[in-house]
């Protein structure tokens, strides 16, 4: 008898004798580029460094492609960026100390967001691990305790036979759910060594997968089954999961209204009748969800942004799914199920009955109208109108990435994303930024169709030095800056708060100039021409700036006291 855990592939004629004689001239890098290759990498990003150059000169001798930034954090963001969009895990190859450490902010980005990044960084020379002071350029102490509070896993690497196994338990730990940014590091001297060992052919690093119990999910579909008032919020997770369809047929079926969260953009068909969109920062939607005798809560963890800053308080029963187990309960007492949304919502799906509820829209609509009768009451038509406009220009299928921006945050409100995983911003760490680089990153994982970046003027000047790469590469990024002359928000929230604001107005370039400084054409356009000009630089090929001078206001916030 024949047992599965018997079973050994067995090496093809090819493989057996690149085994016995592999290529002259590969060193530690060839192994770490060999691996990737095999574990299905097709596209690298990163910035080269002195210890890290074992990596970079074996990328010459592989078919990975190189996308090379200015920063490291850009880097990261743009690895994020292509993570999200392929749902594969992105590498990203940095140097030691500096380079390693400047890739934080946006590790911290991917890892809110479980954005799939493989993070490789070199390290000193082994003699120098340990913690002692040698006196290396670059060395830290202990250059992976600065990453352990923010990645899902650390693998550090000591010898070259290390290496494919490593990079293979990373890659499978940044895919299994929830997926997130992992670690991996590697000495200078176990890179650039000569190595006998054979090519590496194939690794396997098939992602853990997470079912949900099923009692716990027959409690769930019992409770929605028979629920007077049930109400749906889907996060990040759903789409994440790639569970769009299976949440809505589970709304239809029971007949549950939906907000989906800033993460969860898309997640849920804006327009449907169950829809109550994303107008999580509004006390009407927070109202009605107070209001559920059962709220189903599918891939978010129900921080900070998603219950209108802590004000949500559920009167009814709360069903949490989460693949995260840290937020599992972490804000409100719930029937936790801890499984992969799709698997989750699949298993509801098998158990839960048919529930009429023909008042359902009729609600769904009172809850909406309630909302455009607040925001029309602030005079708001300037933000409303530009954001229509960015709608409009951006054609259907097109993804979006978005700086920590006042037009994101309306974005986030008031946004159609007409689709899963298109809309994308910096909502889960909230770093400034994001926008361009993370575009840039979603057009090297697919050049066939155009990309918008949104940033303020603000969050613009820490992406600058990236319109070299957007060039270089020729990736098909528009890239919109509002220039209001400061930080924006900071500017509402000191004004609001103390009166007036302090260290919020910036000095700026000419961003016209400065994009075409780089070769890059840019238009200076207003909010009566924003959607001619912004449709006609994403109908061309390659990079462009699109610059709107405009001072945009927030919406009043409903979570504050009277």
Known sequence: MTHDHDLVLRPTPAQTEAALNPPPGRNGGDLVVETLAGLGATTVFGLPGQHALGMFDALRRSALRY???????????????????????????????????????????????????????????????????????????????????????????????????ALAAAWKSALSVPHGPVWVEIPQDVLLAETALPVVTAADATPDELPPRPELTAVAADLLSRAARPAVVAGGGVVRADAAGKLRQLAERVNAP?????????????????????????????????????????????????????????????????????????????????????????????????????????????????????????????????????????????????????????AWSALDAQAPNLMHSAQGAGGLGYGFPAALGAAAADPTRPVLAVSGDGGALYSVAELATARQHDLPVTWLIVDDGGYGILREYMTDAFGEPTATELSRPDYVALAESFGVPGIRTSPQTLETDLAKALAEPGPSVVVLPALLRMFAPTHLPE
């Open 67 to 165: 996308v090379g930034l200015r920063v490291e954090n850009n880097a990261g963001f743009a690895a994020d960026a292509y993570g999200r969009i392929t749902g594969e895990a992105a590498p990203l190859l940095l140097s030691t100390g500096p380079g390693a450490l400047t890739s934080l902010a946006a590790l911290h980005e991917a890892a809110s967001a479980s954005a799939p990044v493989l993070a490789i960084s070199s390290q000193i020379p082994t003699a120098g691990l340990g913690g002692g002071r040698h006196g290396y350029l670059h060395e830290l102490p202990d250059q992976a305790a600065s990453f352990r509070g923010v990645v899902k896993s650390v693998h550090t690497v000591r010898t070259q036979s290390q290496i494919p196994s």
């Open 258 to 410: 939906v907000v989906t969260t800033f993460g969860g953009k898309g997640a849920f068909p804006w327009h449907h009748p169950l829809s109550l969109q994303s107008w999580l920062e509004d006390r009407h939607t927070t109202d009605f969800l107070e209001d559920a005798d059962v709220l189903l809560v599918v891939g978010s963890g129900l921080g900070e942004l998603s219950s209108n800053y802590h004000t949500f308080k559920p009167r009814g029963r709360v069903i949490q799914i989460e693949a995260d187990l840290g937020k599992l309960e972490s804000n409100h007492p719930a029937l936790g199920i801890h499984a992969d949304a799709r698997l989750a919502l699949q298993a509801l799906l098998e158990t839960v009955s048919e529930r009429a509820d023909p008042t359902a829209p009729e609600r769904v609509r009172t809850v909406l109208a309630k909302v455009a009768d607040r925001i029309a009451a602030q005079e708001l038509t300037l933000e409303q109108e530009v954001l229509a406009s960015v709608r409009r220009a951006l054609p259907a299928g097109s993804p979006s990435f978005w700086d920590m921006t006042i037009l994101a945050y309306w």
